[in-house]
C-alpha cells in the first residue's frame, strides 16, 4: 500500500503536476494509500507481538523477531514517502 500510494503520486505528477480538478486529487488519494499501508503495518506489528508473547509461554527462551525489524524498517520508509508526498510542492 506504501509503495503503491507514492507511486500513484508519482505517475500523476509527472502527468498533470499533481493537481487534479475533482474531489480526490492524486496526490491526496496517495496520502490516503500510503497512510492505511503504515496503520495496517502497524496493527500487523502489533497483532504479531501479541501472538509472539503468547507463544513465548511455551518456549524457553526469548527469541527476537526478523519480522518486527523488517517492519520497522518499511514503516521509516513508509513515514519518509508519506513526508514527501505531503511536502512537496
Not at 509527472?14 to 480538478?21: A, F, L, R, T, V
Not at 497512510?35 to 500487523?44: E, K, P, R, T, V
Not at 514517502?81 to 512537496?88: D, G, I, K, N, P
Request: proline share 1%.
Amino acid at each position: 500500500m506504501i509503495s503503491f500510494g507514492f507511486t500513484i503520486y508519482k505517475f500523476f505528477q509527472y502527468e498533470k503536476d499533481g493537481h487534479g480538478g475533482g474531489l480526490l486529487t492524486p496526490r491526496d488519494f496517495s496520502l490516503i494509500m500510503i497512510s492505511i499501508g503504515i496503520i495496517a503495518l502497524l496493527f500487523a506489528t502489533i497483532s504479531h507481538r501479541r501472538e509472539i508473547k503468547d507463544l513465548s509461554v511455551h518456549l524457553e527462551h526469548k527469541h527476537r523477531s526478523i519480522a518486527e525489524i523488517v517492519a520497522g524498517i518499511i514503516a521509516i520508509f513508509g513515514v519518509l514517502a508519506l513526508l514527501a508526498t505531503a511536502f512537496h510542492s
